[in-house]
């Protein structure tokens, strides 16, 4: 099966998370000049029925490491395609079970796919195609300094709305995968609900005029905005265009490291 290679930029997002010293039973665990890092997945929306993705491995690069590139021993769920628009608004599945690494700088995450890459549009399954490129995955620029003894989260948060294309009216889809790093230095985050449902509205997260992220309601109106550095921020709300409600934005929206700013419901009216 034919492995596919891609330079990531600010599209999927990569989220190393610190969970500090503050586990006893963890630093035990870790010989001196050890640390402990885990991955998380999770997804930016999009309208599609599905997104599955052929995940085959995972690596990272450790520069205290004199082989470069650690493997990350993935759990048996990824043996399968997996639908990352399951993991979206805040839901996360884990990669695997945390892994050791020497304590020093991480620069890279690589993710290589398979070939068994499909999208599912109004019930129908396409196959996802990658424009030609290396065999060796996609590699995520990422700085981090692993301390001795720490304990550490890594999410990858697919931008699916952005990683996917139609080839014209060909009938084709194009997989062009976005993915976005960030740290738990950086992990602010905001939730709400906008109502209602016929609205079918999209969302986006603004800090200044740049838009750092998006969202698509829940059934029930919820949102979650994850991996936002600290700030103000302002929600902007773009109702479908071929219904009548108006477009709306919330702005004063103060996010800071380790909270969740909860923003409480939202009615779009006519």
């Known amino acids: 099966m034919k492995s596919l290679f891609f330079t990531m930029g600010a599209g999927v997002v990569l989220m190393l998370a ?35 993705l052929d995940v085959k491995s995972v690596s990272i690069n450790n520069s205290s490491n004199d082989a470069g590139w ?3 021993p993935l759990d048996p769920t990824f043996h399968d395609p997996i639908n990352i628009l399951n993991y979206r608004n805040g839901t996360v599945i884990a990669m695997g079970d945390p892994l050791t690494l020497p304590a020093g700088k991480i620069e890279q995450i690589r993710l290589v796919l398979g070939d068994d890459n499909t999208v599912v549009v109004d019930g129908v399954e396409h196959a ?22 720490g304990v550490y989260k890594i999410w990858l948060d697919f931008d699916a709305a952005r990683s996917v294309h139609a080839a014209g009216k060909s009938g084709k889809y194009m997989l062009k995968p976005v993915v976005k790093a960030f740290s738990e230095e950086a992990n602010g985050q905001f939730r ?13 997260a603004l800090k200044g005029a740049d838009t750092i992220g998006s969202a698509i309601p829940g059934p029930d109106g919820f949102f979650h905005f994850v991996g936002l550095a ?14 009548t409600y108006r477009d709306s934005t919330i702005t004063g929206i103060n996010v800071a490291f380790g909270k969740v700013t909860d923003i409480g419901s939202i009615t779009l009216t006519q």
């Open 128 to 149: 996802l195609t990658v424009p030609s490129g290396s065999t060796s995955g996609y590699k995520i620029n990422f700085h981090k300094e692993l301390a001795p003894d």
């Open 70 to 72: 650690v493997d990350y």
């Open 192 to 204: 709400g609900y906008v109502k209602p449902a016929e609205a079918n509205p999209w969302l986006y």
């Open 230 to 243: 600290d700030g103000a921020y302002s929600l902007r709300i773009d109702a479908d265009s071929a219904t």
């Open 18 to 52: 610190s969970c500090s010293k503050n586990d006893s039973s963890d630093r035990d665990q870790n010989s001196n000049g050890q640390a402990k890092v885990q991955m998380m997945l999770t997804d930016a929306p999009a309208t599609y029925d599905a997104i599955y």
